[in-house]
């Protein structure tokens, strides 16, 4: 049924206009940051001589950065992290709340091409550098609408079937058998 009646069903432009400007609540996007960052991971359980260790090195990989090696490299050559290391230890764009509490304030703190001291997380140590920062506010018509209509066809969509299926269910004459 679905299917069948998505394709009856036609938004107009004013209806997803209106939806935009009734909820503009729900057309925040949160502020965020693309940083790159170097990991030196240190176990749990590491002694505390093995963290001075972990810590010291990622010091003097901060101290190489602010020296003029390319932060990039660096983080090829020497990060703990899997998930970037790769990329030069680029990181997708992150809202508050989807790190550590730790590394979150000092990414949020940074300027761009600014690069944080030494952050400890639970993971390790971090040396975080800022490449982009974008300020949260309401997402623009322009790039809601599209989903916007989705969302309105989906909800007519399921109006609709709840209104067949009512229909169907009056017409039908059921008999219980027990």
Do not use: C
Not at 23 to 30: I, Y
Not at 33 to 49: F, P, Y
Not at 87 to 93: C, D, H, K, S
Not at 136 to 149: D, K, L, M, N, S
């Amino acid at each position: 049924m679905e299917g069948e009646l998505s394709g009856e069903i036609e938004v107009s432009e004013e209806q997803k206009k209106t939806f935009y400007q009734e909820n503009t609540e729900k057309m925040q996007e949160p502020d965020q940051v693309r940083v790159s960052h170097i990991l030196v991971m240190a176990d749990e359980n590491a002694t505390e001589e093995q963290r001075a260790q972990d810590k010291k090195k990622t010091e003097d990989l901060r101290a190489r950065a602010v020296a003029g090696e390319e932060f990039a490299a660096l983080a090829r050559e020497n990060s703990d992290d899997p998930g970037s290391k790769a990329n030069g230890g680029e990181l997708p764009w992150m809202s508050r709340g989807d790190t550590v509490p730790p590394f979150e304030e000092a990414a949020f703190a940074l300027s761009p091409g600014e690069m944080s001291e030494v952050v400890q997380t639970r993971y390790g140590y971090h040396v975080i550098k800022l490449a982009e920062r974008k300020e949260g506010g309401t997402i623009p018509y322009e790039r809601a609408q599209e989903q916007i209509e989705k969302f309105l066809r989906d909800q007519a969509v399921r109006d609709r079937i709840i209104t067949e299926v009512g229909a169907l269910k009056a017409a039908a004459d059921v008999e219980i058998f027990i």
